[in-house]
């Protein structure tokens, strides 16, 4: 029997460090293969072994959350989850990083981020309607950041832009943190029939292997590698590790796939994203149970003399692979070179359960299947629980409420994000009916229906630092809000869960607390998890970023006109959900004002998020509410000014507190516009939600406390306007 050209044993072995793999792992790939690997199979092992693909140090602690739902249509294991919304209709939607390329080349690693789950969603059958992205960079005055949001940014408005689908919301960050490892989280969700969903997993022997998109360069390769270690002094050195995007061609993928969808020709199809074509032949014969026969020199190359491992390893961006119906070949490559992209035959299906990778001839790799999945290393690595942060005691206000929301509301964290949105295309398509800045998630309708979905990403990381546990169920919470706040109906969500090097006990530790605390929200507010992503190694010479297990949520509203946003209207009555004891710790006054980062973070009652959520939904599609917004950074007096900002007018407040009142941030909590506050809060009385009036909303351009003390909302809306271009003066 033939075998590959095989690496001397020594440069095997140095090579299988180089490539990432522990000396254990390496001594595995042996026992598999019964034999030093080739160049092709060191490169394969490496890329499917590495933590970016299999998951080996989070995959016992993500089993454990809730998936399924009888909404749920296809849970975590597919390139995303899908989830049935009615009218015969399905939504498939994942959030996936590009945290490590984001930091080397930021706008190619942020545009390359958004094509890959682009991908994802498309390859499901599914037609992108709507982008977001959860970012978050170092400090605002870290020499640094301006570069890196500046290319992130372009990066993402350049490639979602041109493709042709809208950016409708995100939310950004900023934090000493992640001064040398930024984090570029990119969601996309999309529609297809509910009976037309594509699956990954290879059937029918014989059956051929088809490339189709892009051709195939050097660029990329090792990507997945590079983004399951460390960075460190070299990192200028992984330049070539980032992939480049073309989203022209990514938008005639859409189209070409779309085309080829509406036919019966397609057995299976899979995107190339992390390990390229390495990742997709394999992922697709494995979850077919059948084997594949590559022949590399059918694969479209851009580049001279690629070789079998340069091949197999690249990450070349708009490229899919396809198994197709007997007989259907000349139907596909018909579409695809109509929409001006490469089609070839590269492959066929096997009954040998072996991946075989030929090139000039020659058999370059020959790999059994089942133990790259079945003995891929599996870590119950050791865990540190964080240690409870001591009781937050008495602070003093150090500058009064109004001078703290003055500065609190232009502070990096909450200023306005405008400069931001304005580089995206949020209406493109026609569709979105309430765009960043205008609600507390997305309002996307589905064409040809009245129905639209609410979307949204949260995670307050400064929560999850100080307990893991409260943290991730405060960022499944939050999520589960902002689309309450709408009026829709929270269904599932897709998480990244970015966290620093798991071999280090307090980072497992983090890790474990955060799927925990994730797990027992989603089961309170019947909220499955069915898609998601692992970033680890998120650390810069040491150092790690916040714990930060970023949701994506969605939800389905019957009727998009019913959606409300947050803008105060000039005239109504002001009601707060919720109770409302002063938490301070962890809060943004306290770290903003008070000049610490101290204390547990608020505590998460699941049992009141879900009783005052439902109270604020069942208020909002009877008619009763004119605006919403929910309670989360900076508290209540916050809220109130995002409100009077967004509306253009004034309130004035009975209520009367100190400045744990004002800026506390207490969970489960809403702030209602309504007519007549009176039938509200008898409802909400004879419920046992916690509810009280607090003011009333007017068209005078002011803030008014109960004492007399008051801003106008004009030089609110100026300083919130002002952080970001100050801070990007010269960029954008």
């Not at 090097?501 to 890790?511: D, H, L, R, T, Y």
Request: aromatic share 6%.
């Amino acid at each position: 029997m033939a075998i590959p050209v095989l690496l001397p044993p020594d440069r095997a072995q140095q090579m299988s460090a180089e490539f990432g793999l522990k000396a254990d792992e390496y001594a595995r790939v042996l026992g598999i293969l019964g034999r030093t690997p080739s160049l092709a199979e060191l490169g394969i092992f490496s890329v499917m072994w590495s933590e970016h693909c299999s998951y080996k140090s989070s995959r016992v602690w993500l089993k454990t959350l809730p998936t399924k739902a009888p909404w749920v249509i296809c849970g975590p294991g597919e390139n995303a989850g899908v989830i049935d919304i009615g009218d015969g209709l399905a939504a498939v939607f994942k959030m996936e990083s590009h945290n490590h390329p984001s930091f080397i080349e930021p706008y190619q690693g942020a545009a390359t981020g958004v094509g890959g789950i682009l991908r994802d969603v498309f390859t499901m059958g599914a037609r992108p309607i709507a982008n977001l992205n959860a970012l978050r960079f170092g400090a605002a005055d870290h020499p640094g950041t301006k570069r890196i949001v500046d290319g992130v940014v372009r990066g993402i408005g350049g490639y979602g832009n041109c493709v042709g689908v809208p950016t409708v919301g995100g939310e950004v960050n900023f934090h000493p943190a992640y001064n040398g490892n930024p984090l570029v989280n990119a969601m996309t969700v999309g529609i297809a029939p509910a009976d037309r969903i594509f699956y990954a997993a290879a059937a029918g022997i014989g059956n051929s292997v088809v490339y189709v998109g892009s051709k195939t360069g050097r660029d990329g390769i090792h990507g997945a590698t590079m983004a399951s270690t460390e960075f460190s002094a070299d990192t200028e050195d992984k330049r070539p590790t980032v992939q480049i995007g073309d989203p022209y061609a990514e938008k005639l993928l859409i189209e070409a796939c779309m085309e080829l969808m509406a036919t019966e020709a397609i057995v299976a199809i899979q995107d190339m994203g992390a390990a390229g074509l390495t990742s997709s032949a394999v992922e697709m014969a494995g979850k077919g149970g059948v084997g594949i026969r590559l022949d590399l020199n059918a694969v479209p190359q851009r580049e001279a003399g690629m070789t079998a491992y340069e091949m197999m390893l690249s990450e070349s961006q708009e490229r899919m692979l396809m198994i197709l119906q007997p007989g259907q070949e000349h139907v596909a490559e018909a579409i695809f070179h109509k929409w001006d992209l490469d089609f070839a035959v590269i492959g066929v299906l096997t009954d040998t359960g072996r991946i075989e990778i030929f090139h000039n001839g020659a058999l370059e790799a020959d790999i059994p299947l089942a133990p790259l999945e079945s003995e891929a290393p599996l870590y119950r690595r050791p865990t540190a629980e964080t240690p409870k942060q001591p009781a937050l005691g008495p602070v003093a206000d150090p500058v009064g409420v109004i001078p703290a929301l003055l500065q609190l509301i232009a502070c990096p964290d909450l200023c306005s994000r405008r400069w931001i949105w304005d580089q995206y295309d949020s209406t493109v398509g026609g569709l979105t009916s309430k765009r960043p800045g205008q609600a507390d998630a997305a309002i996307v309708g589905i064409d040809g229906t009245p129905r639209a979905l609410a979307l949204t990403t949260d995670c307050t990381p400064r929560y999850c630092l100080a307990d893991p546990e409260a943290g991730g169920a405060q960022a499944v919470a939050e999520a589960w809000r902002n689309i309450t706040a709408t009026g829709a109906t929270p269904l599932a969500i897709t998480d990244n869960m970015n966290f620093g090097n798991p071999e280090k006990p307090e980072i497992m530790g983090q890790f474990a607390a955060a799927v925990r605390g994730m797990g027992a929200a989603c089961i309170a507010l019947d909220f499955p998890v069915v898609s998601g992503n692992v970033s680890l190694y998120n650390e810069t010479n040491g150092t790690a970023i916040l714990p930060t297990p970023a949701i994506g949520g969605v939800g389905v509203i019957s009727d998009a006109r019913l959606a409300v946003g947050l803008a105060l209207p000039p005239a109504a009555d002001l009601i707060l959900i919720g109770a409302t004891a002063g938490w301070l710790g962890q809060s943004l006054w306290l770290r903003e004002i008070a000049g610490q980062e101290a204390g547990p973070p608020p505590p998460v009652d699941l049992v009141a998020e879900r009783a005052n959520g439902d109270f604020v939904r069942n208020n909002i599609m009877a008619g009763a509410v004119l605006a919403c917004h929910d309670l989360a950074d900076g508290g209540l007096l916050v809220a109130l000014a995002e409100m009077a900002m967004a509306g253009g007018t004034g309130a004035t407040l009975t209520a009367t507190g100190d400045h744990g009142f004002w800026f506390g941030e207490d969970q489960a909590r809403y702030i209602l516009a309504v007519t007549d506050a009176a039938p509200v809060l008898a409802a909400a009385r004879a419920a046992g939600i916690p509810a009280q009036l607090i003011g009333t909303a007017s068209a005078v351009g002011d803030l008014v406390l109960a004492d007399g003390a008051s801003i106008s909302v004009a030089t609110l809306t100026a300083a919130n306007e002002a952080t970001l271009p100050a801070l990007m003066k010269g960029f954008g």
